[in-house]
């Protein structure tokens, strides 16, 4: 089984509540294929199946009309293609800021 | 002379001005090289050299012990690896929000 990393970003607004709630939704629905590396990135790794099935729970969760999912697909040689400058910030499963 | 897709995303903190102030320098900063996607997704088209340029720039501009950079090197053959769901929104060169 080939699995591969696909970087998802989200953008909602986070200064209102339901934005709040539907950005700590995505976070959970990522954290099982993987991790929260920023505020609304997720990196997930998975087999294809597995991300369509991800994509299609994200899909439902957000609010098509005011938020916006973007998915690159890194493929499964990830290890050179990400840096990180700043602060390591972790955040727990449940998408609060854990420091 | 082989250019490359760059993802930039940026953590800050945008609830306080000097955040928001931060974001649009960012933003400020990559605008030549490519376009805001989410409000701190930016995708970058460049050469290495210029690359390197951009990044060094962005590291000076930062608040490395509150902020994080992350960069994701998509490499020349990009156009099928991104893929974008929901809203539309567009960000003018000054990081601002144009509906």
Not at 13 to 27: D, F, I, P
Not at 42 to 51: L, R
Not at 69 to 84: A, D, P
């Given at each position: 089984m080939i699995v591969m990393l696909t970087v998802i970003?989200?953008?909602v607004?986070?200064?209102?509540?339901?934005?709040?709630?539907?950005?700590?939704?995505?976070?959970k629905c990522c954290v099982n294929y993987g991790q929260r590396v920023q505020n609304s990135v997720?990196?997930?790794?998975?087999?294809?199946?597995?991300?369509a099935r991800i994509k299609h729970d994200l899909i439902e969760l957000i609010d098509q009309n005011a938020d916006s999912?973007?998915?690159?697909?890194?493929?499964?040689?990830?290890?050179?293609?990400?840096?990180?400058v700043g602060a390591k910030t972790s955040y727990d499963a449940e998408g609060f800021l854990s420091v």
């Open positions: 970003t989200y953008d607004n986070t200064e209102t509540a339901n934005g709040r709630k539907r950005l700590r939704k995505v976070a997720f990196e997930c790794v998975a087999d294809a199946a597995t991300m999912l973007r998915f690159y697909y890194l493929g499964n040689s990830y290890e050179n293609k990400i840096e990180h």
